[in-house]
C-alpha cells in the first residue's frame, strides 16, 4: 500500500483554512498515487487548542469539519486529528481522536490512550483517555494507529514509566502490519534526537514498520519543527522528512518493508544552533503570518540581544517588513551607535533614530519634588528603558507594526531587565534563548551570511548603558557560569543544594537561583516566550509567584 | 471524640513557618481537650505549591516537615496534608497525601484519588491517583478520610460524572464512623453555596457525619476563604466556622451524633458582593504580606475602579500604608479633581499630583518627526496612559511601595486599556470583578462605611479622560448589557452562536465575543488576578492567542 505523510502549517480554530489545507493535501497525495495519507494529531482544529475545546459551538464545528473532509476521501482514504465527543456519561467529555476516513465515510475512529500532562502539555484537562485499543484495518492492512504520546511510554524516564501501560504493546500483535503516529510535538533543540531514538527502539522492538506524522509551523510559543519520518524494523530511519518545511512524502508498505516513492536527499540541521535559528525564524513569520501582520519595530541597542533579533525577523519577514529604532541617551556611546548603524546597513532595513532624553528629562523633573532628598538608584535606569518601551509602542501603535522583545532567557531568569521597558513587546524571541547562544546564534548567523552581524557587536562586553560605564557583569555573574547554572535549576530542574557548577560557589549558586526565584513576579507578565528549550518559561514552566523558595 | 477543625493561613514553600503554625495548632488543639486535629489540604508546603513539587529537594524537605510535626503529636493526634513519594516505578512521582500522626509516628497515609484538572487545577501534571481506598481508624473510630476532590464525585454535572467512581461509595461501609475532608478549595463567590449542597447530600446519603476542614489566606491569585463545616447526616450543617478568618473549633462526636464543643454564634457573608469585598481585602492583605511589603501606590483618576481598589487597599493594609497619586492631563476635568480630592480625604491616606503634561508634550515632540502628516489616534491616548504607568512605577521602585493595578474585568475582557499603561502593577484587585460589580461593591463600603466614597463618583459616567468628552459608551456597549454577553461567553463558557441575552443582538454579541478574543494577547501580560468568580483571567482560562477563533 502507498500511503503519504502530510507535514502541513495549521492555523488553531480557523476550520475553513484547514480544512482546505487537508482536502488540498489529500487531492496531491491521491494525484501522486497514495492510497492513505496521514495528517498530523488534531489536525483539523490546529495544536493545542486549549480552553477553546470547552466551547460547544468548537467542538459542532471540529465534527462538521471531519465529515466534510470525508467529502473529498474519493479514491483514496485519511487520517485526520480532530477532538471527539466521548458520549458516556462518566468521565472527560472528549476525546483527542485519529479518524480513518474512506468513501466519505468516517470508517473508524481511534483515541489517545496515553494523554501528556506535563510541561506545556494540559490534554488531561480535556481529555479522557482511551479504554481500549483496537487495530485499525484499511484496504486488508491492519494499523497500530496512534496519537503522539502513545508510542512514548516504551523507555523509563528516569527509572520510571510515565504511564501504566504501553498502547503499543496491546496494538503490535502478529496480525499487526505496520505503526501509524499521528503527532502535534512541539520542538525543543534536543527533541528531533529524542524522537528518532524511541522511535527506531519501538520499530526494532514490534519489528513493523513505523510511520510517524508531525505537525509544522508555530503557533504562539509552541513550535513544530515537522522532521515526520519512516522507520523499517530491521534497518532504522528510511526516510525523514524535511524540518521547518511543510512536506507530503509517499512510502511503499509491502509486508515488513517500506521506502520513499520518490526518494529525496534532504539537508536537515546539524546542531542545536543550526535547529533554534530555523526555530526562531519560523517562530517569528508564523506569529505574524497567523495574526495578519506584515511589519514588526524593535528598538537597537548596539548590543548583541537586539541585532540578533533584528537579524533574524529580517530573515522571517523580509528585511522591508522590519523597522529598526535606536532610542539613545546621554550614557548610549558612540561605538553602540557606530555598531547599530553598520548593522542596519548590512541587513537593509529602515532606521530611526528618536533621542529619549527630552522624555526622561521631563519625567525626572515631574517626580524631582516627590524624589526630592533621594539618592538616584535603579529608578532613573528604569525610566530610560520604559521612556523607550513609550516611544517603541507608540510608534507600534501609529504604524501598525509589532514590537518584538529582545530580551534573552539569561535576563529573563534572573530579573536583568524592565517591567513596561525593555521587557515589552508582542513577542518574546529570545525569551529561551541564554546569553551564551546568542553568541552562538549569531556566529552562527555570520557563517551562512558573511558579516551580517558586525565582529564588534559580538566582541565587546555587554552593557545595558543605562549609567556610565555599566557593564552586565556588575549586576550578574560571568554568563559562562550563570547560564550553565540556570540550565541545572530551570531544565534540569534540580534544587539548588543538589546544583554542582565548576567555578560555582554554593553562596554563587544560591544568589542565582534565589534572583529566579524572586522575579517569577516579573516573568508572570512577559510576553510569550518562542519555547525553543525542554523548559522554556511560560506555560512549560508553572511556578508559584507569592511563595518562600527553598 | 473530640476532633479540632484548624482554618490556617499557609505560606506557599515556606515550611518552617507552616510547620510552626500546624505545631502551635495542635498545642492549642490538645490545650483545649482535642484528641484529632485535621489540617487542610497539602497544609504542609501550602496550596497550591505548583512545579515546587518538581524540585527533589523541595519533596524531601516537605519529608522532613511531616516527620517533625509529629513529633508534636503526643497526646493527641493530627491529620496534615502534603506530597508524597510514589514507590512504584509506574505513574507519577507523586501522591497528595493526608498524614496521620500519632505518637510520633506517621500512623497512616491517604492518597488522593480524585485530582482535578480543571479551571485553575492541574493535579495531574504532579499526582498520582490513589488506586485503592481503605478507611483509617484512630481510636477505635473509623474514618473516611478524603482529601478535596475526592468528595466532588457526588453529584453529576451538566449530566455527567468528571471520575468514573466516587471515593465515598468505596469508604462508606457500615463500619465507618464519619468522613473527613481535608482541603484546599479556592474561592469564588458561588462556591460556598456548591460545597454546602454537596456534603448536605453526601453527609445524608452516607448517613455519617461530615467533617471538611478548608484553607484560609490568599496565595497570589487563588484565595481561600476558610468556611469549614461539619455537617450531621440528620440534621444539615452542624457548624459552619469563620470565613476570611483563621480559626480552630473541636466538636464532639459521639455515635452519629456530632456538636460544637463551644458553640459559637458568626455572621457570615451573607450575598456575592459582600464576599467579593471581604475576598478581596484578604486577597491584597496576603499579596504584602506574604512578600513582606507594606505599602501600596496606585493612581487616583476621579473614576470609580480606582477609587474602589484606594478602598479596599486602605482596608487591606491601613490608609497609612497606602499612596494615591494624582496624575492629570489637559482633559482631566475638574469634576475628577474634586472628586478625587475627596475621595482621599475620606480615606485618610497621602497623595501626590503630579502632572503628566511635560512628559507627554516631550514623548509628542521626540515623535513629531516619524509621525509627520499622521492623524492624531489612539497612540496618543496610549502615551498619555503609559506615562502615567512610567510616573507610577518610578514612585513605586524609589518608595518600594507596591504598584496596584485598578483595570477591571469588563475592560480586560474587551481590552479597553493600555498595555504597560493603565494595565501595569504588580497585582490586579478587579480584574475579576465586572465593571457593574464594581459598581454594586462601591454602593456596599458605602452601606458599612458611611459615604466613604463620594456619591458623584458612582453615579457620573466613566470616561477614561484621554480625549475630550471621552466616555466609555464611546467605545463599549452600556455595561449592563455588555456584563451579561461577558458572563455566557466567560462563565458559562457558550459558544458565541449559542448566547442569548436581552438588549444585546447577534451582532453586538459577535462584536463583544470577538473584542474579547483579539485581546487575548493584552492578558497574557496583564498582572496575577484576585479570583473571585468561577472562571477569572489568568491560570484557570487557558486560550490560544494566535488562533482564529469562531
Known sequence: MKIALAQLNYHIGNLPYNVAKIKNGILRAKSEGAEL?????????????????????????????????????????????????????????????????????????????????????????YFEPAEENELMEYKSVKIALTVCEDVWNERPLNDRYLYKHSSLETLCTPDTNCIINIAASPFSYIHSEERKQI???????????????NALGANTDLIFDGGSMVIASNEGIVDEMSYFTEEISIYELSGKSVKPVKPQKRSHPQNHIERIYHALVLGIRDY??????????????????????LALTAEALGSKNVHAVMLPS???????LKDAGELVMNIGCSYDSISIEPGINAAYSSLADAFKGRQA??????????????????????????????????ELATGYGTLYGDMSGALSVLGDVYKTQVYELARYINTIKKGLIPSNIITRPPSAELKPNQKDTDSLPDYDILDKVLHEYIEMEKSQIDIKVDGASPELVKRIVDMVNRNEYKRKQSPPILRVSP????????????????
Open 37 to 125: 495519507v496521514a495528517f498530523s494529531e488534531l489536525s483539523v482544529c490546529g495544536y493545542p487548542p486549549k480552553d477553546l475545546l470547552l466551547h460547544d459551538g468548537f467542538i459542532r464545528a471540529c465534527e462538521d469539519a471531519v465529515k466534510d473532509i470525508a467529502q473529498e476521501c474519493k479514491g483514496i482514504a485519511a487520517i485526520v486529528g480532530a477532538p471527539a465527543r466521548n458520549e458516556k456519561h462518566k468521565g472527560k467529555s472528549l476525546f483527542n481522536s485519529a479518524f480513518l476516513l474512506v468513501d466519505g465515510q468516517i470508517a473508524a475512529q481511534v483515541n489517545k490512550t496515553l494523554l501528556p500532562f506535563y510541561d506545556v502539555f494540559d490534554e488531561y484537562r
Open 199 to 213: 522511535f527506531e527502539t519501538s520499530a526494532s522492538r514490534y519489528k513493523l514498520p513505523f510511520f510517524y506524522v
Open 288 to 309: 505574524f503570518q497567523k495574526n495578519n501582520l506584515t511589519s514588526a519595530v524593535l528598538g537597537l541597542s548596539g548590543g548583541i540581544d537586539s541585532a540578533l533579533v
Open 330 to 336: 546621554r550614557y548610549t556611546s558612540e561605538e553602540s
Open 377 to 410: 538608584d535603579v529608578t532613573e535606569e528604569n525610566i530610560q528603558s520604559r521612556m523607550r518601551a513609550l516611544l517603541l509602542m507608540a510608534i507600534s501603535n501609529k504604524m501598525g507594526y509589532l514590537l518584538l522583545n529582545t530580551s534573552n532567557k539569561s
Open 535 to 550: 523548559k522554556a518559561f511560560g506555560s512549560g514552566r508553572r511556578m508559584p509567584i507569592v511563595a518562600k523558595y527553598i
